[in-house]
């Protein structure tokens, strides 16, 4: 089936578009310091993310994350300059307004656990730096997504994260050398499958 530009997918199930964000020294916000708030601040943290979390109140794991803690009610104004952020209280109407207020300044959004209050949504994540697979259910199995991304992290041992480090260094030496990107594709494919069998 064809469609065309702006035609809408009415038989299809949402799509999401999947990207990696760069995060180093962004500012977000975490609205909400409960163990589900915690824990996202930590995956933005580990980013290198500059993470702010607003919360009157949090749990003790606070004073260890190594984020800057506004110990008060959300404002709106929280949001100014922001890049991205995540509603994680334990209030359903907190989260509903900022996402509210995410949306009509333009900012990316997650609401924890629920789906259709988002712009973007976080995938199960397997890191072995600089690898990262990203399983993605569409927000439909949080639980399933975890599984699967067990599963396939089985697959992949140390030495595709040292292939992969060595392949960042030949990029520079492959766009020198091959004048087109299918010469490089083709390189690169080739001796992936060298390496790896």
Known sequence: MTYMIGEPRIDAEKRYYMACLDLEGRSCLVVGAGPVGIEKARGLLECGADVTVVAPEAVPEIANLGARWLQRPYESSDL???FLVIAASSDTELNRRVF????ARGLLCNVADVPELCSFILPAVYRQDPIAIAVSTGGASPALAQRIRSEVAALIGP???ELARTLRDLRPWGKKRFQTYEERRDYFQQ??????G
Not at 100 to 103: F, L, M, T, V, Y
Not at 191 to 196: G, N, S
């Open 80 to 82: 100014d300059g922001r």
């Open 100 to 103: 509210a207020d995410a949306e």
């Open 159 to 161: 030495e595709y994260a």
């Open 191 to 196: 001796l992936v499958a060298r390496e790896l």
